[in-house]
């Protein structure tokens, strides 16, 4: 699977998705600087890591959402590439316009870092097919900006098309997000993006490995599509 | 004669912190009046803060020296080999002062500084500890000071990417006008890639990097060098302010550029700026240093030379470049958008010269501004060992399953879930064990080697007999480490302390280092790196001595560790150490009988050695399932809290002992460790330590859902942790 990370001047979960990528995948992923125009060709997979690009000083993602490369990123997404985005790269997506929402403030005004329990709720995308439908699994989030809001049209619409991909299992939404909306994905089903952080629970020393099947998803899809 | 606008009184002298004696030993050492601008470059390496000068005489006891070690005391950070062609560079630092007048900056620049001295030094920063120290809970100001520095240390390691994943917390009174904000990191670097601050070589370009500098932080340590009075809020525009963002973007520049070769030295501008980090450069090399300020990027117009020689604006630093290289280091930062300018040279004089509007404003002697500052041997008073406490003076709790209750949601022993939350302990994916047991665990990036580490001190009891409370300090890291499987390296030590002009004060600080010195001797166990921070006294008031010691252990296999939480029903739960039931100074003796009396528990260095190094021993060999240290509590609360984190209850009998039943559950003794181990385990793991001289007793079964000790209470484990998760959330507010 050929992957490229797109790396702004201040993400910094980088390292934590690659290690995660190198669990499903030989290729080493191609790291791409926001200042670069293109993507390298063949890709199967975009990603947008965490981080706090430009500090998250203007509205998180605002920023990087009108870097040079992000050009090429919609473009690609357009033409179908799987795009990845987490935490900050899931902010910077609703910035660019790829996903529908915003990510506010946590509904507490204060950063969390905790282990949520996170429902399948679409197991059939992309990126969730290795999960049962419903699965409940643990994951981390970890953010000051992860409460999703969208006008209410939206999200009746973003539920009937069953684009809401994972949700805050009840009694564990960390930071407010309407109707405890996790991760969404976009109407063609090639973008993705979500709060929680699965790149950080797949090594049995993280304690869990339940993070690993979103990674094994992807890498299965890209390699039926080249079969 | 260099020309002096603004006549050099008195006044002035003592406004910059200076003693009339050492203004006269400037006078002495230049021949001639100081201009302002000298005046202020002796100020801010003359302080307390930057020149160590009462307390020099005793840190040279501290035993830093080891196998392991690869630098000690004196550079930005300490190091120590980690095997493997790696070392691990760490150094922990107070922002005390600035953290009590503004709470959200000056936690937050704390943070920025010690990420700072690591990455200096060409490690990437893998681990941030954090010990905060607060005044009382009904205090009016400690509310707003816990919120602020908790956000503060989070805003800015969150936004790096390093992960924050421990740290302690503590309340009292004696804090309540000078809180404390400690703050460690721990970086990794590849042995034969270390840079040092020595600059080599005259003629070399002296380059200024990353962030402009400002008005901010003008005379910072020297505030930081004095005491309060009620004037504290007055002092804010000597706090800095901090940009994560920069600091960042700084980290990964300075990686490129050091791959580039291009570093002769390099050092970050912490504590008085472009005056320390030049100085330290230039003196440590045998060499002088001419810095023009024309040069130097400025984030607003009309600065004068004694402002930019004093700032503390963040996220700066000085390198000697090799100038073949220039073109190559240049493109580093304009890729990350920091700024890169050319400000001095090295010269062969041994003197600082600084140049403002192409005049020469100060022209300084460098050897003695940097490493031959004032020393003081300060008068300093033996100070009584308090009456050690019978424990059958203390009563019993009436009912022993509310007392536990009362222990574990006092502020002191509560769960800290509140603040870590507000920490982000996962990023960079390599967190072992999260913030919550005796010791965080880290992997090392791209090994299956794991670092521990913990910091620990226990000011009442250095309050009640500073040698035995520092020694127990250096002990309880050494312990904590151990704990969870890690052997420990060595130690970084942040000592807070009030009035070194007090020989009370004096004495509590002489005492402590004796007693970590004593210590760290036994249990091999060096200093390689350290801050003092004085002073912390406020309207005559002194904190209670804190000498935070923040320590590393290194896991040749990061996955034979053990955590806190019971893990199996069934389990046995085994008692390791001597227990005495010791009450002097515990947290039962203050919460239960209100009492803040009696000597504190006292170490047996020899025995926590043995003990220690038989139960790391039983962790490698994957026999032992939990793993807790007995502390603040006592084995009672040590015991809840295995439970807790567990989500299981336990059924132990009465420990055996002399001592009263309730001293023998919440006293605190020293070197002693709850175990579980798998029942099959059970009489093979009691001969192993039997075998190793460890005392040990077998105490009961991990399994139900209560926590009960026979015959004297019982306790739902879901009520324990009600109790033990709702204070912290309740006091601030929110529940």
């Given at each position: 699977m050929k992957s490229a990370v797109i790396l702004f001047p201040g993400t910094n979960r980088e390292r934590d998705m690659i290690a995660a990528l190198k669990k499903v995948t030989d290729a080493e992923p191609a790291i791409v600087w926001h200042a670069k125009t293109a993507l390298p060709d063949g890709l199967d997979l975009i990603v947008l890591p965490g981080g706090f690009s430009y500090g998250d000083y203007l509205r998180a993602g605002a920023i990087s959402a009108r870097s040079p490369i992000m050009r090429d990123v919609v473009h690609r997404a357009e033409a179908g590439v799987p795009v990845l985005g987490v935490c900050n790269g899931f902010q910077a997506l609703c910035e660019a316009g790829l996903l529908p929402g915003v990510l506010m403030r946590n509904a507490s005004l204060k950063f969390v870092c905790r282990e949520v329990r996170l429902?399948?709720?679409?197991?059939?995308?992309?990126?969730?097919?290795?999960?049962?439908?419903?699965?409940?699994?643990?994951?981390?989030?970890?953010?000051?900006?992860?409460?999703?809001?969208?006008?209410?049209?939206?999200?009746?619409?973003?539920?009937?098309?069953s684009r809401v991909v994972f949700r805050y299992a009840q009694g564990s939404n960390p930071n407010g997000s309407q109707r405890d909306i996790a991760g969404i994905i976009n109407e063609a089903g090639?973008?993705?993006?979500m709060m929680p952080h699965p790149e950080d629970l797949t090594d049995p020393l993280h304690g869990s490995t339940d993070g690993l099947a979103l990674f094994q998803s992807i890498a299965t899809t890209a390699q039926e599509k080249a079969a | 004669m260099l020309k002096n606008e603004?006549?050099?009184?008195?006044?002035?002298?003592?406004d910059l912190g200076l003693k009339p004696d050492e203004?006269?030993?400037?006078?002495?050492?230049?021949g001639r009046e100081p201009s302002l601008t000298e005046l202020g470059i002796f100020s801010a390496m003359w302080n307390e803060h930057c020149s160590y000068k009462s307390s020099r005489k005793w840190l040279r006891t501290l035993p830093t020296t080891g196998p392991r070690v690869v630098c000690g005391p004196g550079e930005n950070a300490g190091i120590v080999d980690i095997g493997d062609g790696q070392v691990a560079v760490f150094k922990m630092e107070s922002h005390n002062h600035p953290s009590y007048i503004e709470p959200y900056q000056g936690a937050a620049t704390g943070v920025g500084g010690i990420l700072r001295d690591v990455f200096t030094m060409g490690a990437r920063?893998?681990?941030?500890?954090?010990?905060?120290?607060?005044?009382?809970?009904?205090?009016?100001?400690?509310?707003?000071?816990?919120?602020?520095?908790?956000?503060?240390?989070?805003?800015?390691?969150?936004?790096?990417?390093?992960?924050?994943?421990?740290?302690?917390?503590?309340?009292?009174?004696?804090?309540?006008?000078?809180?404390?904000?400690?703050?460690?990191?721990?970086?990794?670097?590849?042995?034969?890639?270390?840079?040092?601050?020595?600059?080599?070589?005259?003629?070399?370009?002296?380059?200024?990097?990353?962030?402009?500098?400002?008005?901010?932080?003008?005379?910072?340590?020297?505030?930081?060098s004095a005491e309060f009075a009620d004037d504290a809020d007055e002092k804010r525009p000597t706090v800095q302010v901090g940009d994560p963002f920069t600091e960042k973007r700084l980290l990964e520049a300075c990686q490129e550029l050091m791959a580039t070769g291009a570093v002769v030295a390099i050092q970050d501008m912490g504590a008085a700026g472009l005056t320390c980090s030049a100085v330290e450069m230039g003196a440590k090399g045998d060499l002088g240093v001419r810095l023009d300020l024309d040069a130097v990027p400025t984030r607003e117009t009309g600065m004068s030379a004694y402002e930019m020689m004093l700032s503390e604006s963040q996220e700066r630093m000085l390198m000697v470049l090799r100038p073949e290289k220039r073109a190559a280091a240049e493109a580093v930062f304009k890729k990350w958008d920091l700024d890169f300018a050319e400000v001095g040279q090295t010269t062969n004089d041994l003197r600082f010269h600084v140049l403002r509007h192409g005049e020469e404003v100060a022209n300084l002697p460098i050897k003695e501004l940097g490493d031959e500052a004032p020393e003081y041997d300060r008068p300093w008073?033996?100070?009584?060992?308090?009456?050690?406490?019978?424990?059958?003076?203390?009563?019993?709790?009436?009912?022993?399953?509310?007392?536990l209750l009362q222990l574990i949601a006092a502020p002191d022993l509560c769960s800290r879930r509140w603040v870590w939350e507000q920490y982000d302990y996962l990023v960079q994916g390599n967190t072992v064990q999260r913030p919550g047991g005796d010791a965080a665990i880290i992997r090392v990036d791209g090994t299956n080697k794991g670092l521990a580490v913990a910091v620990d001190v226990t000011p009442r009891y250095v309050e009640a007999d500073p040698r035995e409370g520092g020694k127990q300090a250096v002990a309880e890291v050494w312990r904590n480490l151990t704990a969870v499987g890690a052997e420990p390296l060595a130690i970084t030590d942040n000592l807070n302390f009030g009035n070194p002009e007090k020989p009370d004060v004096m004495g509590q600080l002489v005492a402590a280092i004796k007693g970590i010195g004593a210590a760290c001797e036994v249990l091999a166990f060096p200093v390689v790196s350290g801050n003092v921070s004085l002073y912390n006294e406020t309207s005559g008031e002194a904190i209670l001595p804190t000498p935070a010691i923040a320590g590393i252990g290194l896991l040749p296999d990061v996955a034979q560790n053990a955590?806190?939480?019971?893990?199996?029903?069934?389990?046995?739960?085994?008692?390791?150490?001597?227990?005495?039931?010791?009450?002097?100074?515990?947290?039962?003796?203050?919460?239960?009988?209100g009492r803040e009396d009696g000597g504190p528990p006292p170490v047996d260095l020899a025995a926590e050695k043995r003990n220690g190094d038989a139960i790391r021993k039983l962790i490698r060999a994957g026999r032992i399932t939990a793993c807790h240290d007995i502390s603040?509590?006592?084995?009672?609360?040590?015991?809840?809290?295995?439970?807790?984190?567990?989500?299981?209850?336990?059924?132990?009998?009465?420990?055996?002992?002399a001592a009263p039943l309730h001293a023998l559950l919440f006293g605190e003794d020293q070197g002693c460790y709850l175990l579980a181990v798998a029942a099959e385990e059970a009489e093979a793991v009691i001969a192993a330590l039997q075998n190793d001289d460890v005392p040990v007793q077998r105490l009961g079964t991990v399994g139900g859902a209560d926590l009960v000790v026979e015959g004297t209470l019982a306790v739902p484990v879901k009520t324990l942790r009600t109790a033990h998760e709702s204070w912290f959330p309740a006091y601030m507010g929110e529940i």
């Amino acid at each position: 699977m050929k992957s490229a990370v797109i790396l702004f001047p201040g993400t910094n979960r980088e390292r934590d998705m690659i290690a995660a990528l190198k669990k499903v995948t030989d290729a080493e992923p191609a790291i791409v600087w926001h200042a670069k125009t293109a993507l390298p060709d063949g890709l199967d997979l975009i990603v947008l890591p965490g981080g706090f690009s430009y500090g998250d000083y203007l509205r998180a993602g605002a920023i990087s959402a009108r870097s040079p490369i992000m050009r090429d990123v919609v473009h690609r997404a357009e033409a179908g590439v799987p795009v990845l985005g987490v935490c900050n790269g899931f902010q910077a997506l609703c910035e660019a316009g790829l996903l529908p929402g915003v990510l506010m403030r946590n509904a507490s005004l204060k950063f969390v870092c905790r282990e949520v329990r996170l429902e399948i709720v679409n197991a059939q995308t992309a990126f969730t097919h290795l999960y049962r439908p419903s699965q409940v699994i643990r994951c981390p989030v970890a953010h000051h900006d992860g409460n999703y809001f969208a006008d209410e049209a939206t999200l009746d619409r973003l539920e009937a098309e069953s684009r809401v991909v994972f949700r805050y299992a009840q009694g564990s939404n960390p930071n407010g997000s309407q109707r405890d909306i996790a991760g969404i994905i976009n109407e063609a089903g090639n973008v993705l993006g979500m709060m929680p952080h699965p790149e950080d629970l797949t090594d049995p020393l993280h304690g869990s490995t339940d993070g690993l099947a979103l990674f094994q998803s992807i890498a299965t899809t890209a390699q039926e599509k080249a079969a | 004669m260099l020309k002096n606008e603004i006549a050099i009184t008195p006044e002035l002298v003592a406004d910059l912190g200076l003693k009339p004696d050492e203004y006269q030993r400037v006078l002495d050492l230049i021949g001639r009046e100081p201009s302002l601008t000298e005046l202020g470059i002796f100020s801010a390496m003359w302080n307390e803060h930057c020149s160590y000068k009462s307390s020099r005489k005793w840190l040279r006891t501290l035993p830093t020296t080891g196998p392991r070690v690869v630098c000690g005391p004196g550079e930005n950070a300490g190091i120590v080999d980690i095997g493997d062609g790696q070392v691990a560079v760490f150094k922990m630092e107070s922002h005390n002062h600035p953290s009590y007048i503004e709470p959200y900056q000056g936690a937050a620049t704390g943070v920025g500084g010690i990420l700072r001295d690591v990455f200096t030094m060409g490690a990437r920063p893998v681990a941030a500890l954090n010990a905060l120290r607060f005044g009382a809970p009904d205090h009016p100001r400690t509310r707003h000071l816990v919120a602020g520095v908790v956000a503060g240390i989070g805003g800015y390691g969150n936004s790096f990417g390093v992960p924050t994943v421990g740290g302690e917390v503590n309340f009292h009174p004696r804090y309540n006008g000078n809180c404390l904000v400690n703050a460690f990191a721990l970086g990794i670097a590849d042995a034969d890639k270390v840079f040092y601050s020595k600059a080599e070589g005259v003629g070399l370009p002296v380059v200024y990097l990353g962030a402009k500098t400002g008005r901010d932080g003008v005379g910072g340590s020297t505030m930081a060098s004095a005491e309060f009075a009620d004037d504290a809020d007055e002092k804010r525009p000597t706090v800095q302010v901090g940009d994560p963002f920069t600091e960042k973007r700084l980290l990964e520049a300075c990686q490129e550029l050091m791959a580039t070769g291009a570093v002769v030295a390099i050092q970050d501008m912490g504590a008085a700026g472009l005056t320390c980090s030049a100085v330290e450069m230039g003196a440590k090399g045998d060499l002088g240093v001419r810095l023009d300020l024309d040069a130097v990027p400025t984030r607003e117009t009309g600065m004068s030379a004694y402002e930019m020689m004093l700032s503390e604006s963040q996220e700066r630093m000085l390198m000697v470049l090799r100038p073949e290289k220039r073109a190559a280091a240049e493109a580093v930062f304009k890729k990350w958008d920091l700024d890169f300018a050319e400000v001095g040279q090295t010269t062969n004089d041994l003197r600082f010269h600084v140049l403002r509007h192409g005049e020469e404003v100060a022209n300084l002697p460098i050897k003695e501004l940097g490493d031959e500052a004032p020393e003081y041997d300060r008068p300093w008073s033996e100070l009584q060992k308090p009456a050690v406490l019978a424990a059958d003076t203390v009563a019993e709790p009436a009912d022993y399953g509310q007392a536990l209750l009362q222990l574990i949601a006092a502020p002191d022993l509560c769960s800290r879930r509140w603040v870590w939350e507000q920490y982000d302990y996962l990023v960079q994916g390599n967190t072992v064990q999260r913030p919550g047991g005796d010791a965080a665990i880290i992997r090392v990036d791209g090994t299956n080697k794991g670092l521990a580490v913990a910091v620990d001190v226990t000011p009442r009891y250095v309050e009640a007999d500073p040698r035995e409370g520092g020694k127990q300090a250096v002990a309880e890291v050494w312990r904590n480490l151990t704990a969870v499987g890690a052997e420990p390296l060595a130690i970084t030590d942040n000592l807070n302390f009030g009035n070194p002009e007090k020989p009370d004060v004096m004495g509590q600080l002489v005492a402590a280092i004796k007693g970590i010195g004593a210590a760290c001797e036994v249990l091999a166990f060096p200093v390689v790196s350290g801050n003092v921070s004085l002073y912390n006294e406020t309207s005559g008031e002194a904190i209670l001595p804190t000498p935070a010691i923040a320590g590393i252990g290194l896991l040749p296999d990061v996955a034979q560790n053990a955590g806190i939480a019971l893990e199996d029903d069934g389990d046995v739960i085994l008692l390791a150490g001597a227990l005495t039931g010791w009450l002097g100074q515990s947290i039962y003796l203050r919460e239960i009988a209100g009492r803040e009396d009696g000597g504190p528990p006292p170490v047996d260095l020899a025995a926590e050695k043995r003990n220690g190094d038989a139960i790391r021993k039983l962790i490698r060999a994957g026999r032992i399932t939990a793993c807790h240290d007995i502390s603040d509590g006592g084995l009672l609360v040590a015991l809840a809290e295995m439970a807790m984190a567990g989500e299981r209850g336990a059924n132990i009998h009465a420990p055996e002992g002399a001592a009263p039943l309730h001293a023998l559950l919440f006293g605190e003794d020293q070197g002693c460790y709850l175990l579980a181990v798998a029942a099959e385990e059970a009489e093979a793991v009691i001969a192993a330590l039997q075998n190793d001289d460890v005392p040990v007793q077998r105490l009961g079964t991990v399994g139900g859902a209560d926590l009960v000790v026979e015959g004297t209470l019982a306790v739902p484990v879901k009520t324990l942790r009600t109790a033990h998760e709702s204070w912290f959330p309740a006091y601030m507010g929110e529940i």
